[in-house]
T-cell receptor, first 115, second 115 residues
């Protein structure tokens, strides 16, 4: 079946530090890949997405590149801010022929950015 | 921005009582999900609907949980009788489904506490 593995948290960084959150996946075919962010007390929000190999998703200074050869979709940001403190979820949507419509989520990585 | 609306935002109830959570998906979205989030288990998919028909409710304890979509603008999740272990945040999400979705939109959740 499909699965998503994220690095264990929590991750604590100083403001302006470089961020990487690793995500690898297992799936058949060519799934679509997503990063969602959950701020305290809120629901999940779509941060960025990539729908085919070598696509780069980007939003709010965050980037992730769909690497088919390594089955990875690592999240990066060059300079984090305190406002980036949240839980980040990597997710997978199966390819169109799979007959499923559900997202498979990783367990989430909590990021804390300190001033 | 279009939103997924969940009510109530918070619910405290006594063990054994019936709890009903409601979700208004984004107009035009034909795929609706119910997730449960706890510290221990993370995000768990309980059930999902496509075009109002239940496609998968294997994540739901059948003896006490039920999910329905009486019409395209309302999804409900009911727990009867509720137990302390049901305490969690319940999220509804909606989207267009299809082969490569442009993300699913999550509501802000219902925080359920069963005492």
């Amino acid at each position: 079946g499909n699965s998503v593995t994220q690095m264990e948290g929590p991750v604590t960084l100083s403001e302006e530090a470089f961020l990487t959150i690793n995500c690898t996946y297992t799936a058949t075919g060519y799934p679509s890949l997503f990063w969602y962010v959950q701020y305290p007390g809120e629901g999940l929000q779509l941060l960025l997405k990539a729908t085919k190999a070598d696509d780069k998703g980007s939003n709010k200074g965050f980037e992730a590149t769909y690497r088919k050869e390594t089955t990875s979709f690592h999240l990066e940001k060059g300079s984090v801010q305190v406002s980036d403190s949240a839980v980040y979820f990597c997710a997978l949507f199966p390819y169109s022929g799979a007959g499923s419509y559900q997202l498979t989520f990783g367990k989430g990585t909590k990021l804390s950015v300190i001033p | 921005d279009a939103r997924v609306t969940q009510t109530p935002r918070d619910k405290v109830t006594e063990m054994g009582q019936e709890v009903t959570m409601r979700c208004q998906p984004i107009l035009g979205h034909n795929t609706v999900f119910w997730y449960r989030q706890t510290m221990m288990q993370g995000l768990e998919l309980l059930a999902y609907f496509r075009n109002r028909a239940p496609l998968d409710d294997s994540g739901m304890p059948k003896d006490r949980f039920s999910a329905e979509m009486p019409d395209a603008t309302l999804a409900t999740l009911k727990i009867q009788p509720s137990e302390p272990r049901d305490s969690a945040v319940y999220f509804c999400a909606s989207g267009l489904g299809g082969g490569s979705p442009y993300g699913y939109t999550f509501g802000s959740g219902t925080r359920l506490t069963v005492v």
